[in-house]
């Protein structure tokens, strides 16, 4: 089901709310993503990504909404799922060549550099020569790997590019009749709760904190954080009590990932 649907909605409740408790909420976000400087994953915190505090269950409203519209969304063929899983596994590979490639070229920087100490006929050069002339032969096999996955990556990227346009397009007809007057809904479901909305960012470290002030009560922590083809959602239910301030953080573990085109 999709919620991307006019992403600002709570926003525009913030605006027209009445003013915030006093019980505070601190928000993280930190993910495990591909580390830049070689293989595996490293944990990161994300910056400048919106998180809403929302009295109501969102998800619940869509899916009514959906429901009562009668008509399912447009589904994203298999076929062109199992395509696009193929064209992230040719991402993939031209990113681990490209990085294996980027090391081989600072390695050979550091060897011909350390080669500059010292006279060709000592024991000591020969060594790096014969280190160096390794890393520059797989240097050179990497960097051709790395442009014959380019060009996989890429043709198979265009291989999908029109039908995920012409489902894309598909899918926001479908919302924008299914979820029409969604906004008078959100607005009655806050009314009914006796609650309000916020909105805040998180900085530099992953932290939303200062504008997270809600009255004790049920609220839905919201966000959502795009990727290359899929990005991952968070609905997390939690119960405000007041006192010291509540801290929940957002990882790939309490997010749901979902496919976008």
């Known amino acids: 089901m999709r919620r ?3 992403p600002f909605a709570l926003t525009l409740l913030v605006a027209v709310a009445t003013a915030c408790g006093p019980s505070e909420v601190i928000v993280t976000v930190e993910l495990d993503l591909p580390n830049p400087d070689g293989e595996g994953t490293v944990i990161r915190p994300i910056a400048d990504l919106e998180v809403q505090l929302v009295p109501f269950d969102r998800d619940q ?3 009514s909404m959906a429901t009562a519209f009668g008509t399912p969304e447009p589904p994203i063929p298999a076929e062109l799922a199992a395509a696009r899983e193929e064209v992230r596994a040719a991402q993939e590979e031209w990113q681990q060549l490209q990085t294996r490639w980027g090391t081989l070229r600072d ?4 060897i011909t550099e350390a080669m500059d100490g010292y006279s060709r006929g000592e024991a000591a050069y020969v060594a790096l020569f014969r280190e160096f002339q390794d890393f ?11 442009d014959r996955a380019f060009e996989r990556f890429t043709e198979l990227q265009q291989g999908t590019i029109r039908q995920s346009d012409s489902i894309r397009i598909l899918q926001d007809n479908w919302a924008d009749e299914a979820f029409a007057g969604f906004f008078d809904v959100f607005a009655a479901k806050q009314r009914a709760s006796g609650l309000t909305a916020v909105v805040d960012t998180t900085d530099a470290s992953g932290l939303a904190r200062g504008n997270l002030m809600v ?3 049920m609220y839905w922590v919201h966000a959502r954080y795009e990727q290359a083809y899929s990005e991952l959602y968070w609905n997390v239910p939690i119960t405000v009590e007041g006192g010291d301030p509540m801290t929940i953080t957002l990882t790939r573990a309490n997010a749901q ?3 976008i085109l």
């Open 136 to 146: 520059d032969a797989e240097y050179g096999t990497v960097e051709r790997s790395v």
């Open 107 to 110: 390695t050979l920087q550091k």
């Open 61 to 63: 409203v869509f899916d």
């Open 215 to 217: 009255k004790p009560g």
């Open 257 to 259: 990932e979902r496919p």
């Open 4 to 6: 991307r649907f006019l």
